[in-house]
């Protein structure tokens, strides 16, 4: 069955790399989202999405035989020029011993692409199988979702066929836009290498623990490894690059080291996972923070004055970084500056499908605009009356009232309602939240529920309106994506929320509603822990996707609630059918 003669159904697909996702176009309009790690449980899967394809193809009525175009998030008859492009490297004595490796890695990659472009076509007989720049599928779904008329659109990761940053104008232009890449920077400067080449360093898992190293960074100091950072990823006249004799020439195969024997005899050992935390590691953890937002600032400049926008879109996963994102802010380059909700390789399922509806249809598909809360639903959940050990389900007539009561009495509750959010943030549908005024909270969540390091931070939700007076945001910032300084206000009556840095990573959305807010502020002045004037904010961090799993924190001790609650509101105003107290 075709979704419209006049449109074609569009799959796209983030597959066989990290973080698999698909997204669906039918009809003329973006019907779906789903990571699949938020599925399977998996994190960061290269599975293909199956679980997250079938979900979209069932729910829109469809089968693989309806697909016309499956979007591929990757065009990858470029890796090729990463062959081509290593024998420069020849000539170099720091880069000699990894040119050829690295450029049978990228035929090896390219020979890889092909075989799974033939898988897709077999799976999908009826579609054309055309893959999208990498860049492009970020830079697309990035401006797309902004709603914006016309941005700059800046893009940092690690590697995108040979790409690793990119600067570009989109504008729409009435029902399509348009979107050139202006300059492009190729691997092997790549901000995303080198910030997980060090996350790796420092004993958390690359391409998953960045943020643990942002974190970790607001208790060092830069300035011990200033310099060698200086060196080791330089500012150039319109971009950077990174020093082989401190971060190695890449090659796309497990096993080959990403700091040199040199970087390591600069900065400190090797650090294990699990091994204590020096202050040389947050140092490190430190000046690679600051060299990051320098040149992501440095990278704004150059959007700036070759655009001349007064807007920015920025993904790729270097946009995860909130804290560089913050400083971008700061500098009043941009009048605002955007990043959707799923900055990172899932978003570009979505981009791949808009950029391939776009070529065919002629059309940016409808429903993209802020589009967010993309994933499954579960309104018909019935989790029986013991749905986990140690649990019992009953239901509740006032679910605000119940999360209010159950966050002012000090404990952690699961938040579970609607469709399942796009990206790594929990932005309200699966969320766990606590109140801020316990003073033991972000310890309790973190060892109790998180399992993470205690100098991780929470993100605080206040109401929209109320924002200013606790955080210094200058702009809209829907997706828990800029960090930005906070007011004395919060430092005095909420410090529970406010990093080591003086930052937090706020979220306005009124995801909670106005009333629920209202009714938990409520609840806390009648409770023994109240204090004066203070902010309702709620901690969030993420769930699993599916009932069942969500369950499995609550369990714990320490924890609370958990609710289901029907789609149509996306907020606590409805009757839920689910609240484990
Ligand atoms: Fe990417």
């Not at 060092?220 to 990823?233: H, K, M, Q, T």
């Not at 090797?270 to 320098?294: C, N, W």
């Not at 808009?354 to 065919?360: D, E, Q, R, S, W």
Request: aromatic residues 6%; hydrophobic residues 40%; charged residues 20%.
């Amino acid at each position: 069955m075709k979704a419209s003669r006049r449109f074609p159904v569009v799959l796209g697909l983030c597959s066989f790399t990290h973080d698999s996702a698909a997204a669906l176009v039918a009809g003329g309009h973006l019907a779906g989202m789903a990571e699949e790690e938020r599925l399977t449980g998996v994190k960061h899967t290269r599975e293909y999405p199956g679980r997250s394809g079938a979900w979209l193809l069932s729910e829109a009525g469809l089968t693989a035989g309806d697909v016309d175009v499956v979007a591929y998030n990757f065009a990858g008859h470029r890796y090729l020029g990463g062959v081509v492009g290593s024998a420069g490297y020849l000539l170099a004595s720091a880069t000699l011993g990894r040119a050829v490796p690295r450029a049978a890695s990228f035929a090896v990659v390219h020979a890889r692409y092909r075989q799974r472009m033939r898988a897709l076509r077999q799976m999908f007989p009826n579609a054309t199988v055309r893959g999208v720049g990498h860049h492009r599928a970020h830079g697309v779904y990035a401006f797309t979702v902004s709603g914006y008329e016309q941005a700059a659109v800046l893009i940092a990761d690690s590697l995108g066929e040979t790409c690793t940053t990119s600067i570009g104008h989109a504008h729409a232009d009435g029902q399509a836009t348009r979107y050139r890449i202006i300059e492009a920077i190729d691997d092997p400067a790549s901000l995303g290498y080198a910030y997980g080449a060090v996350t790796a360093h420092l004993g958390w898992r690359r391409g998953d623990e960045e943020g643990t190293v942002m974190a970790l960074a607001a208790l060092g100091d830069p300035a011990r490894f200033r310099e060698v950072l200086s060196r080791a990823i330089q500012v150039t006249g319109t971009g950077f690059a990174l020093d082989p004799g401190l971060f190695p020439l890449r090659v796309l195969r497990h096993g080959w080291t990403r700091v040199t024997p040199a970087f390591i005899d600069a900065t400190c050992p090797p650090r294990q996972p699990g091994e204590e935390i020096g202050q040389v590691h947050a140092d490190l953890a430190a000046a690679l923070q600051e060299r990051t937002e320098q040149v992501m600032v440095h990278l704004a400049y150059r959007a700036r004055e070759v655009t001349g926008s007064r807007l920015l879109c920025a993904g790729g996963g270097v946009a995860l970084n909130c804290v560089a994102i913050g400083k971008i802010l700061e500098e009043g380059l941009f009048d605002e500056v955007f990043v959707p909700p799923a900055p990172g390789d899932s978003g570009t399922s979505i981009g791949a499908a808009i950029a391939a509806h776009l070529k065919t249809a002629g059309v940016i598909p409808s429903g993209v605009t802020h589009a967010c809360y993309l994933g499954p639903a579960y309104p018909g959940f019935d989790p029986g009356p013991a749905p986990l050990p140690g649990l019992t389900a009953r239901r509740v007539v006032d679910p605000a009232r119940f999360l209010a009561s159950q966050l002012a009495a000090g404990k952690i509750a699961g938040l579970f309602q609607g469709r399942l959010e796009a990206g790594p943030r929990a932005l309200g549908s699966r969320s766990i939240l606590a109140s801020p005024l316990l003073p033991d909270v972000n310890e309790r969540l973190n060892a109790r529920v998180k399992f993470r390091e205690t100098f991780r931070p929470f993100a605080p939700v206040v109401l929209g309106g109320k924002a200013a007076r606790y955080f210094q945001l200058t702009q809209p910032s829907p997706y828990m994506s800029i960090a930005v300084p906070v007011t004395a206000l919060a430092r005095r009556l909420i410090p529970a929320v406010v990093h080591v840095n003086g930052t937090a990573r706020v979220s306005p959305r009124a995801w909670l509603s106005s009333d629920t807010l209202g009714r938990i502020k409520r609840e806390e002045r009648s409770r023994p822990i109240q204090r004066e004037n203070t902010a309702t904010c709620p901690y969030i961090g993420g769930l699993a996707g599916t009932p069942r799993d969500a369950a499995t924190p609550v369990t714990r001790p320490g924890a609370g609630a958990i609710y289901e609650c029907p789609v149509s509101t996306g907020q606590m105003s409805s009757l839920p059918n689910l609240a484990i107290p």
